[in-house]
């Protein structure tokens, strides 16, 4: 077994994550369609997902004490994502019930486990900056606070700033991806999550000749990001890893290889891992580490959360 996995153990920090929770309206096929096409498909499936959901789910899931902030609506698919939830371990006491369909999505999964989702705000367009200013104080109470953009960016920002005041470590993830981060959101923020071809657009690099992001001057790289805003950030490379950059430092973290059967909420994951590393005062490199055998695992799974491992079920996968 792999050293990274016996820190594990050490994980009980407190997290808060705040964002989405969507109903995900999945169905599997041999190959995604193109524009016009139609072709068959699976039984199918609604499964628990949200980027956010999905990082406190992971996060919660491999031990950390975890709350989520946001908004369900008035269907059904409010009981059941707030059920699954509760059953990862996360503490949604403080989400906001408002009136409307709850987040979804629809998502086509294929024979190679890649996907294509199309993304409906529903009740997360409710997660507003006075619901976030309402809960500061129970957000703050964590050392480590998750982000992304499947919320108003307004809102985002807000925590960020009220993240930054307090001193706790502020995650971005910038998915859905967007170049036009707010300078306010990007100042009040620590720590970026992207992957390489996000990476390349928000920093105008050129993509390397046969994907060979080894070969990139990741130096240059790293100060170009420094000036962008971050001096820190993790970019996750698909199937061959991460590197991390920390401040001067870079680390390339190492792929973990499985067979995937879908890749649906992998990277969700990965940032839960982080979350969940840092509060338990892991440093950034080793909670890279670590998320990469967690969403390796979650690879092997069908569905985002559904797909997500406790401690014990990773440390057995990879023993
Ligand atoms: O990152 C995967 C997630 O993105 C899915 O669970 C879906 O809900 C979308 O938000």
């Known amino acids: 077994m792999h050293d990274i996995l016996a820190k594990l153990d050490d994980i009980h920090g407190a997290v808060s994550v705040i964002g989405s929770m969507n109903a995900d309206y999945t169905v599997s096929t041999e190959r995604l369609p193109g524009p016009g096409e139609t072709v068959n498909g699976g039984p199918l499936q609604v499964l628990p997902g949200g980027k956010s959901g999905n990082q406190a789910a992971a996060a919660a899931r491999i031990g950390a004490n975890v709350r989520i902030f946001g908004a369900v609506g008035s269907d059904a698919n409010a009981d059941f994502l707030l059920g699954k939830l ?9 989400v906001r019930h408002v009136l409307g369909p709850s987040g979804t999505t629809v998502i086509a999964v ?28 129970a ?6 606070i998750g982000l992304c953009l499947e919320s108003p960016i307004d809102t985002v920002t ?18 859905p991806f967007t170049t036009e981060l707010p300078r306010e959101l990007i100042e009040a923020s620590d720590i970026l999550l992207v992957n390489e071809h996000e990476m390349a657009q928000l920093l105008g690099i050129n993509e390397p000749e046969d994907d060979d992001w080894d070969g990139m001057d990741w130096h ?5 990001m420094h000036d962008y805003g971050f001096r820190q950030a993790v970019i996750t490379l698909g199937g061959d890893g991460s590197v991390v950059i920390d401040g001067d430092d870079i680390h390339r973290i190492s792929p973990v290889r499985v067979q995937a059967r879908d890749t649906t909420g992998c990277g969700d994951s990965f940032m839960g891992t982080i ?38 079920q990773i440390r057995a996968a990879f023993a």
């Open 86 to 94: 509760t059953e990862a371990g996360v503490d949604t006491q403080y």
């Open 110 to 137: 294929d024979a190679n486990g890649e996907n294509t989702i199309i993304y409906s705000p529903g009740s997360n367009a409710q997660v507003t900056v006075e619901y976030v200013e309402s809960m500061k104080d």
């Open 139 to 144: 957000i703050t109470a964590a050392p480590t």
């Open 158 to 175: 807000a925590v960020a700033r009220m993240g930054r005041e307090a001193g706790a470590t502020v995650l971005l993830n910038n998915s």
């Open 220 to 224: 240059a790289i790293a100060d170009k």
């Open 275 to 312: 979350l969940a590393g840092l509060s338990s005062g892991m440093t950034l490199m080793d909670s890279a580490q670590l998320a990469s055998y967690v969403s390796a695992y979650a690879a092997t799974n069908y569905g985002a959360q559904a797909s997500y491992g406790t401690a014990a």
